[in-house]
């Protein structure tokens, strides 16, 4: 499994566990949560630009 995969896998797992803290009425965890799944996302997209930084130029001009 590529570094991608592993942080769009964490990402999923992060968001199921959000929904679970809402439901739970766990506002704060929840919003920890939130904050993770911000940094993965983060992280993801600079694993985009770094493995092909053309291909984000290219989907610019179409």
């Known amino acids: 499994m590529t570094r991608k995969e592993d942080l769009s896998?964490?990402?999923t797992t992060i968001l199921s566990a959000i929904e679970q803290a809402r439901h739970?009425?766990?506002?704060?965890?929840?919003?920890?949560?939130s904050m993770a799944l911000l940094e993965v996302r983060e992280e993801k997209d600079k694993e985009?630009?770094?493995i092909d930084p053309r291909s984000r130029k290219n989907n610019k001009t179409r």
């Open 9 to 11: 896998e964490m990402a």
């Open 48 to 50: 985009r630009d770094t």
């Open 24 to 33: 739970l009425k766990l506002p704060t965890s929840a919003y920890i949560l």
